[in-house]
Every structure is written in C-alpha cells, then in structure tokens.
C-alpha cells in the first residue's frame, strides 16, 4: 500500500478553549468549532478515499 499524503498527515489545529461566556465569543467560538469539525470531516474523506484507492 503507498504511503499517505503528507497533508492526510497533519491534524487541524483545534480552536482554544473558550475565554469569556459573553455572547460574542460564544457565538464566534461556535463558528471555529464548526470550521474545525468541517476540517476533521474532510480529511477523514479524505483517509477513506486514500484506504480504499479512490481518486
């Protein structure tokens, strides 16, 4: 099996823990967690394609 891509490597970087409870930061908090959950779900497309040899 050939190696993986170099990008499938590198893991997104998780947003820092949420600061203040105001409504702005949890609102924005929100918005980068979801960024990163988009990340994780599209590199782990990613895996299945490479494990199973899709292009």
């Known amino acids: 099996m050939p190696s993986p891509p ?10 820092a823990k949420l600061q203040t409870g105001n409504k702005a930061a949890l609102l ?11 990340e994780l779900e ?3 497309a990613a895996w299945r394609a490479w494990a199973t040899g899709e292009k």
Do not use: D, K, M, W
């Open 6 to 15: 170099a990008a499938l490597l590198i893991a997104p970087e998780r947003p």
């Open 42 to 44: 599209n590199q782990n």
């Open 28 to 38: 924005n908090h929100s918005v980068a967690i979801g960024v990163y959950i988009g």
